[in-house]
């Protein structure tokens, strides 16, 4: 099968980067570039590619593009590539309808191959997103398969600060900077959180943040130790 493909990112290097790459590879049909949403959403209705491949933390192409963009055509499906991505970043993602994830510095057939891959109905995650998720012990079917709410939870403000902080992969010691603690509180806070949501490990926290919107996909550009 050949697989209608629409490059979306507004970085002209990425861009002519993607192009060159994807012109060369056998099964791809490369429809067109898109340097914003609304060029994005217009193509995304005139071609009905197979896939899209963009950088979904570029201004303009987050979450609400990808969710319109799948509205718009029901058998598209979405190929993230982005920088170094956080923990939050890739739950984002995957929670805004992405299927498959790499990395910019991902090998010519690791991005080819995630175009066709994903095409053919298949999740792709580079081996470097892989080890994003391993280490915060994230299950990405599991995450998709919970619900998008959570039971209502009495969090301070100054809980909700450490939540967001924890969630941009902040570092204890940068955390209690940042908030004018001290670690040993900041350590208080975090545990006094988990006792609260009934978590037992970072990843769950950070998942909180992401499902009950303290973080953006768009804040997270360099993957950060959760």
């Known amino acids: 099968m050949i697989v ?3 490059i979306a990112d507004r970085s002209e290097l990425s861009l002519i980067g993607l192009r060159a790459i994807l012109s060369e590879a056998a099964r791809v049909e490369l429809v067109g570039v898109a340097r914003d949403a609304m060029a994005m959403q217009a193509m995304i209705v005139r071609h009905k590619p197979h896939v899209v491949l963009l950088d979904h933390t570029a201004d303009g192409f987050g979450a609400q593009a990808i969710k319109e963009g799948l509205k718009r055509s029901r058998t598209t499906r979405f190929v993230s590539i982005t920088t170094a991505p956080s923990t939050a970043t890739l739950m984002a993602a995957v929670r805004a309808g992405v299927t498959s994830y790499i990395r910019k510095d991902c090998d010519v057939q690791e ?3 995630s175009v066709t891959s994903t095409a053919d109905g298949a999740k792709f995650y580079c081996g470097k997103v892989l080890e994003v998720l391993r280490k915060a012990s994230v ?3 599991r ?3 919970e619900p998008l709410s959570c039971a209502p939870v009495a969090l301070s403000e100054r809980e909700c600060q450490v939540i967001t902080l924890i969630a941009e992969g902040r570092s204890y010691t940068r ?3 940042a908030l ?3 670690s040993h509180t900041v350590i208080a806070h975090r545990r006094n959180i988990m006792q609260k949501l009934g978590v037992n490990n970072t990843a769950a926290v950070v998942l909180y943040a992401v499902k009950n919107g ?3 996909p768009n804040k997270f550009l360099f993957d950060r130790a959760v």
């Open 111 to 113: 991005i080819i191959e």
């Open 214 to 216: 303290f973080v953006s």
């Open 143 to 145: 995450f998709m398969e």
């Open 4 to 6: 209608r493909t629409l």
């Open 175 to 177: 955390i209690a900077e």
């Open 139 to 141: 299950d990405v079917d």
């Open 180 to 182: 004018n603690l001290s």
